[in-house]
């Protein structure tokens, strides 16, 4: 079946810094990706969709410029997490859509601390 | 627009133990429906779906029936396992360019030998 591999599963990085998470589909090509962030015992919330080649569409409240994604290829989305903060500890999960078939495919998810 | 009302836990049962969990929801159009588990520490993985009206999604002695005229997709199970223990998602795509899913909160299942 269809995978998802998204790396790391988990990072700890320092106040101030960077973090890219990939999002990869090993088995398919991927029209359309999409990032999520899912804080303790609450539901998914969207923050952008990626379309390969095109910039993201940012839910609204989501700031752009902090979260940085990129869809160069049809197979690979990263999410940058710029000049982290505390507030942005949280569980990031992406998601990759096979064409117009419904069929979405989850990463595995990406435990974010900052310290 | 869409939204998805899906019954509040954490619920608790017994193993072997009957399950439902409610979900409705609100779309435009004709949606397609999902429910996805998420088990501690990971990713989601999809459990069943229904792309149309009366359709019944089933996996794992799970099942979830498209019921358009109460807007509901509530998910059963007749004899839960402890392995069964996560956190299960009602979900629904309208469609149009982007194929957003929109998710309930979630409802904690946990379940005793």
């Known amino acids: 079946g269809a995978v998802v591999s998204q790396h790391p599963s988990r990072v700890i990085c320092k106040s101030g810094t960077s973090v890219k998470i990939e999002c990869r589909s090993l088995?398919?090509?991927?029209?359309?990706m999409f990032w999520y962030r899912q804080f303790p015992k609450q539901s998914l919330m969207l923050m952008a969709t990626s379309n390969e080649g095109s910039k993201a569409t940012y839910e609204q409240g989501v700031e752009k410029d902090k979260f940085l994604i990129n869809h160069a290829s049809l197979t690979l989305s990263t999410l940058t997490v710029t000049s982290a903060h505390p507030e942005d500890s949280s569980f990031y999960i992406c998601?990759?859509?096979?064409?117009?078939?419904?069929?979405?495919?989850f990463g595995s998810g990406t435990r974010l601390t900052v310290v | 627009g869409d939204s998805v009302t899906q019954m509040e836990g954490p619920v608790t049962l017994s193993e072997e133990a009957f399950l439902t969990i409610n979900c409705t929801y609100t779309a435009t159009g004709y949606p397609s429906l999902f429910w996805y588990v998420q088990y501690p520490g990971e990713g989601l993985q999809l459990l069943l779906k229904a792309t149309k009206a009366d359709d019944k999604g089933s996996n794992k002695g799970f099942e979830a029936t498209y019921r358009k005229e109460t807007t509901s997709f509530h998910l059963e199970k007749g004899s839960v396992q402890v392995s069964d223990s996560a956190v299960y998602f009602c979900?629904?795509?309208?469609?149009?360019?982007?194929?957003?899913?929109?998710f309930g909160k979630g409802t904690l299942l946990t379940v005793n030998p």
């Open positions: 088995d398919f090509q991927a029209t359309t």
């Open positions: 979900a629904l795509s309208s469609g149009g360019s982007n194929y957003k899913l929109t």
């Open positions: 998601s990759a859509l096979q064409g117009a078939n419904y069929g979405y495919t």
